[in-house]
């Protein structure tokens, strides 16, 4: 059975940095594209990044791009989201997904396979 596992969430002033890990297990888990999602209250979980399972290709929204990094060690078969600058509309409970294919251009939720259970990130003003 797989299943992600995320960790590294918090609170932070605006301005701060976090840095979240999703670890991935089970028989196929070295295969997935990985993603980043996030859901604020009252809104729809929206895409935040992707990287595909070489990690030789990454894709991050423009609402984060520049601030935000997704990178994986695959010897680990985990994966990282690096926040930084980050602002209190970035507050949101962020879940790692995992996808059965190669790309990393897969932005939608129903493209994913497998979900984390969501850690909760809050940015103070």
């Known amino acids: 059975q797989e299943q992600l596992v995320e960790s590294g969430g918090g609170t932070v002033q605006a301005g701060g940095s976090l840095k979240l890990s999703c670890a991935a297990s089970?028989?196929?888990?070295?295969?997935?594209?990985m993603g980043w999602f996030r859901q604020a209250p009252g809104k729809e979980r929206e895409f935040v990044a992707a990287i595909n399972w070489s990690g030789g290709g990454t894709n991050v929204a423009d609402s984060v791009k520049g601030r935000f990094t997704i990178s994986r060690d695959s010897a680990k078969n985990t994966v990282y989201l690096q926040m930084n600058s980050l602002k209190p509309e970035d507050t949101a409970v962020y879940y790692c997904?995992?996808?059965?294919?190669?790309?990393?251009?897969?932005?939608?939720?129903?493209?994913?396979?497998?979900w984390g259970q969501g850690t909760q990130v809050t940015v103070s003003s």
């Open positions: 089970g028989r196929t888990a070295g295969t997935f594209a």
């Open positions: 997904a995992g996808g059965v294919f190669f790309s990393s251009e897969r932005v939608e939720v129903r493209d994913y396979d497998y």
